[in-house]
Nanobody, 124 residues
Framework: QVQLVESGGGLVQAGGSLRLSCAAS????????MGWFRQAPGKEREFVAA????????YYRDSVKGRFTISRDNAANRVYLQMNSLKPEDTAVYYC?????????????????WGQGTQVTVSS
């Protein structure tokens, strides 16, 4: 099991940027695929981005492609989500998740451990 703690959320105007960070405990971080999910009020949780063991192996939901970038630093046990050109529809609680698999999944049930979430609010 890995413990995950997100940070970096906040309030930003449309068109602005935020960088989310997820700190992971444990010595085997490099063997986890990592994902970011989000949940807006009244909506179901949805996949945002994921990164595999190979940092070049990344996946994004269509609505964030070209605006969001997921990356990882195995030496620091951290995964990041750089969010640019933010839109009001990006407003949600963002969750970091870890999966004991080489290739990252895009479904929540493919992940084993979750953080507590960080709020991102984009004003118009």
């Amino acid at each position: 099991q890995v413990q995950l703690v997100e940070s970096g959320g906040g309030l930003v105007q449309a068109g602005g940027s935020l960088r989310l960070s997820c700190a992971a405990s444990g010595r085997t971080f490099s063997t986890y695929s990592m994902g970011w999910f989000r949940q807006a009020p009244g909506k179901e949780r949805e996949f945002v981005a994921a990164i595999g063991w190979n940092p070049g192996n990344t996946y994004y939901r269509d609505s964030v492609k070209g605006r969001f970038t997921i990356s990882r630093d195995n030496a620091a046990n951290r995964v990041y989500l750089q969010m640019n050109s933010l839109k009001p529809e990006d407003t949600a609680v963002y969750y970091c998740a870890a999966a004991r698999r080489i290739v990252p999944g895009t479904r929540g049930d493919e992940y084993d451990d979750w953080g507590q979430g960080t709020q991102v609010t984009v004003s118009s």
